[in-house]
């Protein structure tokens, strides 16, 4: 069973939102204070990751969007007016746009990441290697996890906070985890939506994000292309919380969902 954490419900402006890989659900907890005022907010909590349910694992990304559309969908909602996620949280909302059970106004994918379009005996190397690194993170100390992450931009908390996550990851969560958010399936080419879909990544992530640039580019070619300044991967909510909030409302507040957003 799925977890959804839900706040500011007096709205009708229903914003779902998708944690980053490897994050609990109050990853937000940066911006919900100022977004829950306007938008009736419904933060996934992940297999895995659940404090609720601690015995649970982490499935697939595709399992996950499905119990996801499936709690919606018993609650009557079948519309949102935005899909917004981080990191393997944009996987999330790509994989939503592609089963097209839940339409939103908006889809923002932050960082998101997309499918390798590579054999399959490399994606296992990789999901390999991105395995090891997190399981050799977990065994880090507080100090050598911050210096991973920047000590000039995150906190000794920060990084207590992250530490705790992974340790609460079974191997098995994590294994799958990144194995799923680089082979998840989508069913291209997709249908262009009639709400708006955007593509944002931070200036500092750039060549890390040029796979998933050039795939949506290739797969989503109406989807915007947006570049927010001075921001590394998954540090536009945490670092820039009003930037970020500011953003948001500027997009999801307009007036024509299918206008054109210049980058901010």
């Known amino acids: 069973m799925i977890t959804i954490h839900e706040s500011g419900i007096e ?13 609990r659900w109050d990853i937000y907890d940066y911006v919900r204070p100022a977004l829950e005022k306007r938008f009736h907010l419904m933060i996934v909590s992940y297999p895995g990751l659940d404090e609720e349910h601690p015995e649970s694992e982490f499935t697939s990304v595709e399992q996950v969007t499905g119990e996801v559309e499936d709690v919606l969908l018993q609650k009557g909602i079948h519309h949102v007016k935005c899909l917004f996620g981080c990191s393997m949280g944009g ?74 996550c992974l340790r609460s990851m079974s191997r098995k969560s994590i294994w799958r985890c990144f194995y799923s958010a680089n082979n998840y399936r989508l069913a291209l080419p997709l249908a262009k939506p009639k709400g708006r879909v955007i593509y944002w990544y931070g200036s500092e992530e750039k060549k890390d994000r040029a796979w998933d640039i050039r795939y949506i580019q290739k797969h989503l070619p109406w989807a915007e292309i947006m570049e927010n300044p001075g921001v590394g991967h998954a540090e536009f909510f945490t670092l820039y919380p009003e930037r970020f909030t500011e953003k948001m409302l500027n997009i999801l507040t307009s007036s024509h969902p299918t206008q054109t957003e210049h980058s901010s």
């Open 11 to 23: 709205s009708s402006d229903i914003l779902l939102m998708f944690p980053p890989l490897g994050c």
């Open 91 to 164: 996987g999330m909302v790509a994989r939503m746009l592609s089963t097209g059970r839940i339409t939103a106004d908006y889809c923002i994918m932050d960082g998101g990441m997309t499918p390798y379009e590579l054999p399959k005996i490399a994606t296992f190397f990789i999901g390999i290697r991105d395995y090891l690194m997190i399981v050799a993170a977990k065994r880090m100390g507080i100090n050598a996890l911050r210096e991973v992450m920047n000590p000039d931009k995150f906190s000794e908390e920060d990084a207590k906070y992250m530490l705790d």
